[in-house]
């Protein structure tokens, strides 16, 4: 589900559902919402949700890796501070294997703290704590920048993108690395592009594997997000690329 949950909720604002980060002058150039598709599929983003912001979302895959039985996780999440001012901070908890194992059987945290930079949203988290009953990989150290831009100003179709670079150790290594249980540093990145004001396409390299993704809302006043992944495209981890399935919604009380 940490997958999904950045094409849910580390966006930026638009119609009903604006948040407070970016600033209103950083949305005169690019222009993202809780109500519009995803910007990334794999890798976190810089950009985080503030104070009252919560989600919640799942993920599913027919054929988890090195299992290759069907699995998914829950999520529940949500921001504290503002990223505006000084420095936002995210929370997330996250029900693991939870198709296999049970509901709450194995769980995990994250935490990123994040903040907006000139235009780009800067994060600095950990991914993959355990609270019990284990978890696949050890925490994940990682640094996120991401910025959102306008690729044109009229039209409905290809109006704005995103690029997203960062580094981090753990699931973030590069596969040779992972597979080879070496320790060190990768570099991930991913990059969107809104193909209407309901869809988006995301090019994702998460450090291990290359993933492609499509990000839809099917509901224009509705804060649901919809992301299909294939990932693994290059069979680092596997013979054949694996379709996952993530949903989120997002809520400001």
């Known amino acids: 589900m940490t997958l999904a949950l950045p094409s849910a909720v580390q966006a930026q604002g638009r119609d009903a559902y604006l948040l407070p980060v970016p600033s209103q002058q950083q949305l005169a150039t690019a222009v993202f919402g809780r109500s519009a598709p995803g910007i990334a599929a794999s890798s976190p983003v810089g950009f985080g949700p503030n104070q009252g912001d919560v989600f919640a979302g799942f993920g599913f895959t027919p054929k988890a890796p090195g299992t290759g039985e069907s699995d998914g996780s829950l999520s529940v999440g949500g921001g504290f501070f503002n990223s505006s001012e000084v420095v936002g901070l995210e929370v997330v908890l996250t029900s693991l294997s939870t198709f296999r194992s049970g509901f709450g059987s194995r769980t995990a945290a994250a935490l990123k703290a994040h903040k907006i930079v000139r235009g780009w949203g800067v994060g600095l988290g950990v991914a993959n704590i355990e609270l019990n009953g284990g978890t696949d990989a050890d925490p994940s150290i990682y640094a996120a920048a991401t910025k959102t831009f306008s690729v044109k100003q009229d039209g409905p179709y290809f109006r704005n993108g995103s690029l997203n670079i960062g580094v981090g150790n753990g699931s973030f290594r590069f596969a040779s690395a992972q597979q080879n249980d070496e320790s060190g540093v990768g570099l991930f990145l991913s990059s969107s592009i809104e193909l209407n004001n309901w869809s988006s396409a995301i090019f994702d390299f998460s450090g291990g594997t290359t993933n492609l993704g499509l990000s839809l809302v099917p509901f224009g006043k509705l804060p649901l997000v919809m992301t299909a992944t294939m990932s693994d495209?290059?069979?680092?981890?596997?013979?054949?690329?694996?379709?996952?399935?993530?949903?989120?919604?997002?809520?400001?009380?």
């Open 233 to 253: 495209l290059t069979g680092e981890f596997g013979d054949k690329a694996r379709l996952g399935l993530g949903a989120g919604m997002s809520w400001k009380y």
